[in-house]
């Protein structure tokens, strides 16, 4: 016996401009039918909550499949998988598509050659999965963007729940953070933990999607704007604060990052404050009280 609720989408070509559309959505749970042999031309997730099966890869293999567990469906890649018929499972599934697929697969969120992927915890891919199936009614004017819109949080919900990585990065990429700004070179930062720089490569692609120097730069250049924008620090004193000795180079790097120069950022940004921003990121359920003032 199983129970299966779902819904599919047919998006314009409007949704489909804005990088990922959510193509259908279902919730089913008990002794579920086998899928396949088949193959698709979209992407699929399968979120996998209670419950254990089998995935078939192409060439015959079979990976046993234990909750909580994300099946990775990608196009044209044949699949073959179902629950235990004893004890079936319970899985919530997504349908998508769109350009943004290539970056997230790029960006190690979509992982085509790890069909199956073991999940520390379901609950938050699942609350999204649930938001999506609320917002499938029939009637609903902002359907295709707001499921289209889930989809993007969905992935990033998945790439949180990996059994494999720690929710909020590991113990190098906080460090990594924290010294972004010191003026070190990649090599001194691998040197700094004890590692080759192929493993601080492996580890910062493995749980950032990109190359340490990319990831180095995206924290500077971040801290660079909010120097820009909340202090009237020279352009050469914002350099040196976010590890760059020579200001022209600085100003080259940020201009081709960002696609103007940090002057012309100053200028559209600045938002000087005495005493400046406050590092303290807000709580937006609990908003601090603003004393009014009388005369």
């Known amino acids: 016996m199983y129970h299966t609720w779902m819904r599919f989408f047919t998006p314009g070509p409007a949704h489909h401009r804005l990088g990922l559309v959510c193509l259908g959505v279902g919730l089913q749970y008990g002794a579920l039918p086998t899928v396949g042999p ?12 209670t419950g254990d099966g089998w995935y078939a890869h192409p060439d015959g293999r079979r990976t046993t499949v234990t909750a909580p567990a994300l099946l990775w469906l990608t196009p ?20 998508f598509a769109g350009p943004a697929t290539a970056s997230y697969t790029e ?24 938001r ?14 707001e499921t289209g819109a889930a989809v993007h949080e969905l992935l990033v919900a998945l790439r949180r729940a990996r059994a494999d990585l720690a929710p909020d990065g590991d113990l190098v990429l906080k460090a990594l953070a924290r010294d972004a700004c010191l003026p070190l070179t990649v090599a001194d930062h691998a040197a700094r933990h004890g590692m080759t720089l192929a ?4 580890a910062v692609r493995r749980g950032a999607g990109c190359s340490p120097k990319d990831y180095l730069l995206g924290i500077r250049l971040g801290r660079a704007k909010e120097l820009l924008a909340a202090t009237e ?58 004393e009014r003032t009388t005369t």
């Open 38 to 49: 088949r193959v698709l031309d979209h992407h699929v997730a399968v979120v996998i909550s």
């Open 76 to 95: 044209g890649v044949p699949h073959h998988y179902a629950p235990d018929p004893g004890t079936g499972w319970d899985e919530g599934f997504v349908d």
């Open 233 to 290: 620090l020279p352009v050469a004193a914002v350099a040196r604060r976010v590890g760059y000795d020579d200001p022209a180079y600085f100003s080259r790097l940020f201009t081709r990052r960002v696609g103007m120069a940090p002057v012309r950022f100053r200028a559209q940004q600045s938002r000087v404050v005495p005493g400046g921003w406050s590092n303290q990121v807000p709580d937006p359920d609990d908003p601090p009280v603003i």
């Open 132 to 145: 999506m199936a609320r917002a499938a009614r029939r009637d609903n004017p902002l359907l295709e963007v």
């Open 199 to 202: 493993e601080l490569r492996t």
């Open 107 to 130: 960006l190690g969120y979509i992982e085509p050659d790890r069909p199956v992927v073991p999940l520390a915890d379901a609950s938050g891919p699942r609350a999204v999965i649930g």
